[in-house]
């Protein structure tokens, strides 16, 4: 591993300083679940870190107001899958975090830290042996006529085709969540569907953070949607391991059984959190059968792009969204 | 590589099963080699040493956590339990571990350090209602040996005796 600097403030305003006065290349470090390993492999190499999981009141969450969930960004995600609001209330918030990783590392990890974790792409951690355009840009990319059977299907460029591999950004997506992030010029707000990139040309280029803004908090609009919601996650086994696809669905209904709010956001098949709006309109106005979750989810796939090894993703993906959608509509009928 | 940079010390203090530590750590260091190479409490295990496998699950401050995704700064004023805290100072063994005996949850027993660390927390989590929620809840130590139905039967025997 490379040598690097330390600093541990104990304040917002005080992390955000040592930042910017560690000069370019330092980064926050969370729960470092992500971070740290992937220094330990020296994909990444920061000169300097700014350690955050300590600082005070980012841990705080607040579930009882009236418009807004509010977590901390550094919240750790066993506390935000187990808070009881989010457990009866937004059931797809909890599930995405409670699918991911093992208890000890949501022990460790944090909910801004989670949005921000970088591809499992084994050519993007196996380092410089392997030709990679995000880690090393203009190098090519092993996974095209490698192995790409984890790889997305969905808003690959020629660059690159990783996979987002979070679970709680996608679910964070279909319910319209905002991040709140603080840096040198003070502070903004960013709706987390303006947070991920696409690959592009750039892949690079993940996020639309600057490197000195450090996420403060989470804030998901409440929504009658919650209730009504699922984070179904296909793995390659039972449990802890990362989605080959998955899905967040939350569902309205009015009385008579037609929907009348509906989100659908996609996970381990594309190289961002993906919303299907399009596939979200064919639902509108109508009951779902089982017949129009199946279309919903062709829609959300029409424009796939698989490589060699993951095609199996599309009819994985399409069902993937019909059963999460079933489920979805069990809850909203509740 | 590069190796002529000078990283500063840290200056770390924290406890490991009730005795106190102060030392200078790199910030390189990671928690799990902190205890195993510099405080010589080798029951704490390494397998991946990627966050993959639970052998070297801890507890810091109460809770589960992986030694080996984090560096030993982060102990700083913290409090580290490891394996060698679990049985009584005279060597009794923990019903816990008496359970991981009586079902033969282990073979080569490189995994078992870890899985009784997690299988402890697991119990104090309150994630022992059923086999389906002790095997979710345990997903995070893989055993090589695939001890795991002793594994479960273990957990649920000792968290059913209200440990
Ligand atoms: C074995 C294993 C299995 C896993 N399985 C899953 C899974 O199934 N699903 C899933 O979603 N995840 C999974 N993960 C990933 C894990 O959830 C993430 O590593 C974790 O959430 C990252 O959070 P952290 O606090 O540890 O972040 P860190 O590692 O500390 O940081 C990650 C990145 O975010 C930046 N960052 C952190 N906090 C902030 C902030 N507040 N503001 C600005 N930047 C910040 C850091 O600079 C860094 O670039 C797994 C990880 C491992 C090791
Ligand atoms: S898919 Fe992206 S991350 Fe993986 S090797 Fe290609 S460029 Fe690198
Ligand atoms: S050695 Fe830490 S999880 Fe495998
Ligand atoms: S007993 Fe051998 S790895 Fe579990």
Redesign the interface.
Known sequence: ??????A?PATVAEAVDALVALGPGAKF?AG??NL??LM?L?VETPPA?V?I?RLAGFEAIDTAGATELIFGAGARM?DVADDPVVRAEYPALSESLRLA?????R??ATVGGNLLQRTRCGYFRGGSQYPCNKREPGSGCAARGGIDSGHAVLGVSDACIATYPGDWAVALLAFDATIDVAGPHGERSVAVAELHLEPGDTPQREHTLAADELILRIRVPVSRAGAGSTYLKIRPR???AFALASAAAGLSLDPGGTVSDCRIALGGVATRPWRCTAAEQSLLGGRLTTDAARRAGEIAFADARPGRHNAFKIELGIRTVAEALRIAAERAAR | ??GA????A?ETSFTVNGQTVHMALD??E?LLDVLRERLGLTGTKKGC???QC?AC?VH?DG????AC???A??A?GRAVATIEGVASPDGVLHPLQEAFIEHDALQCGYCTPGQVM?GL??IA?G?VGSDAEI???M???LCRCGAYAGIVAAVRQAGRSGI
């Open positions: 591993m490379r040598a690097f600097a330390y541990a470090l470092g679940t740290y390993d330990r020296e870190v350690d999981h066993s990783a093992s208890q000890q590392l022990n460790m039972e449990s802890y | 590589m590069g940079t000078i990283v500063p840290v910030p390189r990671s040493d990627q966050g639970g699950t810091l809770r589960r956590i992986v995704l984090m560096p700064v982060q700083n997690s927390a697991c989590e994630h095997r979710e809840y997903s995070g130590n």
